[in-house]
């Protein structure tokens, strides 16, 4: 193809036929534009059908990995539902008419149990790869918007929960100093040594301070949950607009 307009321009630059000749240069120069714009559009063709698989890959990862976040929050909510119907169950017996020092006793040296966990989400392998690649911009600017706004919520959730969590151990410490727990790993858990630990305690300091570790472990929960309903709500709003992007056409 290129002898064959070769052949042609040297035949008009022989022939001395100058206006053909610039007639023809012009239409080879219009050709090779258009060639390039061609070019440029089956290249932007192919970088958009790239960007599309891309964004498909991601986004069946992050329907994935909020699936488990979802699971993940209604197996916290249980967990902490059932061991705050525990605290409501220890207040009623604790303020009950007939209640006194022998009965928050009994809760504390056998029932109490100090733990608590934070809340940490860990499904976030999808997110994380698509903004250190920037791949996390291929999406429309509402629905990424949405996107950042489950990761914030995620982790002002799991600093909320961290920050409760310390103000609760610091109640636990405060306890844990005078008085102790019914737990695996103490050498006196049980048995006389163990009951000779309530004798002659100071109810007032007793009382105050299994109050206040009871009081910091109401707050984790209730931090913790209102966090975790709001991150809920967004994942639940962000599903089905992430679905839509996977459905066959």
């Known amino acids: 193809m290129i002898k064959f307009f070769r052949k042609i321009r040297l035949q008009l630059i022989e022939g001395k036929n100058m206006g053909k000749y610039f007639q023809y240069a012009i239409g080879e120069i219009i050709l ?3 060639g390039i714009l061609i070019a440029l559009q089956l290249n932007n063709w192919n970088v958009d059908q790239g960007n599309k698989k891309k964004l498909k890959n991601n986004v069946v990862i992050l329907i994935e990995n909020l699936q488990r976040d979802s699971s993940q929050i209604v197996r916290d909510q249980r967990r902490i539902e059932r061991d705050r119907l ?4 220890y207040e009623r017996r604790a303020t009950a008419p007939l209640a006194n020092l022998d ?17 940490e989400f860990t499904n976030k392998s999808a997110y994380n790869t698509m903004v250190q690649s920037g791949e996390i911009n291929l999406f429309e600017k509402e629905l990424l918007q949405e996107i950042y706004a489950v990761y914030s919520f995620q982790g002002r959730t799991e600093k909320g929960s961290e920050d409760a969590f310390n103000i609760y151990m610091f109640a636990v410490n405060e306890y844990r100093s005078t008085y102790t727990f019914k737990t695996d790993i103490d050498i006196v858990s049980s048995g006389p040594l163990y009951e000779e630990i309530w004798k002659n305690i100071s109810s007032s300091d007793f009382i105050t301070k299994f109050n206040a570790m009871c009081a910091g472990k109401r707050l984790n929960y209730r931090q913790t ?11 639940n709003d962000l599903l089905p607009k992430l679905r839509e992007l996977i459905k066959e056409d």
């Open 225 to 235: 949950e209102n966090g975790l309903i709001r991150v809920s709500e967004v994942i």
């Open 86 to 89: 525990i605290l409501d169950d």
């Open 103 to 119: 009965t928050l006793i009994k809760i504390a040296s056998k029932e109490y149990s100090p733990t608590v966990n934070t809340i």
């Open 32 to 34: 090779v534009v258009i």
